[in-house]
Structures are given as C-alpha cells and as structure tokens.
C-alpha cells in the first residue's frame, strides 16, 4: 500500500533552487550548476524515496538543471561554436530572480494584512497566543528544511529500508501518537533531539514520516527562529509566521 503524503507547505523547484543557492550562500548571478544539480538530485531522490507527492516539474527542473551541466561541460573545441551564444545559466537565473521577487511581493502584502489584523484584532485572543509562544516570532520551516535535518541525521539507508517503514503504517501511527503526547509535557521539542534518541535508522525515519503526517493533518508545525536555525516541533497553536 503506498503511503504517499502531500503537504501544504510543499514548495516547488524554483523554491528548492533558492533555498540550495541560500544554504550555502552562492552567487545566484553565478551558480556553480555541477554543484546544485547534484544537491537538486539529492533532494529529489529523497523526496522520492519518502514517497511524497511530487510534481511533475520537479522533475523537470532536474531535466533542466542536466542540460545546463551538459552545456558548460563541453569539450574545449567545441567551446568556439557555443562562444558567442548566452551563458547557458542566463534564463535559469532570471526565472530565480524573478520568482524571489514576486515571493518578497507576497510577503509584503501577507505582512500588510497582519497589520491590518493587529488594528482589529480581539485582544484576549491575541495576547493568550503571544504568551503562548514566549513572546517570539517564530518561521515555519520549509519542507526543504526537514529534508535537509533528516538527511543529516540519516546517511547511506538503503533503499528496502524505507520501502519497509512505508508500507508499515502502524509503527508511523504509534510513532505520531508518542510524539504527540510529548509535546503534552513540552511546549516544543528540537526536531534533532528526537533523531538522537532513535534506536537505529529505522525510527528515524518513522519519526521522518510520523512529523509529516502530524504536519499533514495541521496537529503540528516545525518552525525555526531564522533561516537555517535549529527546527523545533510544536503543538499547532496559529501563532508561526509564514515564510
């Protein structure tokens, strides 16, 4: 039975690019494509092997991205032929610039809609969340970022292991409940701390999936202080800041 999972906070290959150049803070206007081709693969073939609900320009993009890699790699007499031709990276980079536009436009517009919010808002509502979070802004965390925790606390599982924890819903089930009734005696949890206390790779990737799903079904959120900052698993109270 395959157990595929489609998430709301699921961003696209644009979304995966900008956050490649971001983590390791590249030049967008000279992007080393060898480079974020083969971490762009790596994503996607986790993506893949957890079974979720990929779109179909994922793969395009992945296409893309392969054809570019091909391009600068051509031999050095062939070089001539392509001299005067455009950086094959040029319409790569202006679809990248102009998506991170168009998502600072829209999160200006989201912030100026919280403000009109503030201006009307139910004070006793408002407060309670406040005090609720500590008095924090906190960010949700992109699923980019949770297969970015997860890759670094899994390295080399085969691939039968998670076809096995996939078609074992139980063990995801009991796992979701377990970290449920964690966060009844903990306001949040480090996503990392729950990685260290596995036993073997198996629970950690049943842990992988169980956060999905919580995540899925809107019980919790993973949100960070920053960009690339430690992710910690919260009940789902409403008070996180989109990104």
Do not use: C, W
């Not at 073997?200 to 949100?223: H, S």
């Amino acid at each position: 039975m395959s157990y595929k999972i489609k998430l709301e906070i699921f961003e696209g290959p644009l979304d995966l690019l900008l956050y490649l150049v971001k983590k390791d803070h590249l030049n967008i206007y000279d992007i080393p494509i060898a480079k974020v081709t083969e971490q762009y693969l790596q994503y996607l073939n986790l993506m893949q092997l957890l079974d979720l609900n990929i779109a179909g320009e994922f793969l395009v993009m992945a296409a893309t991205l392969m054809q570019i890699k091909s391009k600068l790699l051509l031999p050095a007499q062939e070089e001539a032929e392509v001299e005067a031709q455009e950086d094959p990276r040029a319409e790569l980079v202006r679809r990248l610039l102009e998506y991170e536009k168009f998502k600072e436009i829209a999160e200006n517009l989201r912030q100026r809609e919280n403000g009109q919010r503030e201006v009307f808002k139910r004070p006793k509502t408002e407060i309670g969340r406040e005090l609720e979070a500590g008095g924090e802004v906190y960010f949700e965390a992109s699923i980019f970022d949770l297969i970015n925790a997860f890759s670094q606390a899994l390295k080399d599982v085969p691939r039968e292991v998670f076809y096995e924890v996939i078609k074992d819903e139980f063990s995801i089930e009991q796992k979701s409940h377990e970290i449920l009734h964690l966060l009844l005696v903990n306001p949040a949890v480090q996503l990392s701390s729950l990685f260290v206390k596995a036993k073997n790779k198996i629970e950690i990737v049943v842990t992988f999936l169980a956060i999905l799903e919580l995540i899925k079904l809107k019980e919790i959120v993973a949100r960070q202080g920053g960009l690339f900052q430690e992710i910690e698993i919260a009940r789902n109270i409403g008070n996180i800041v989109p990104r």
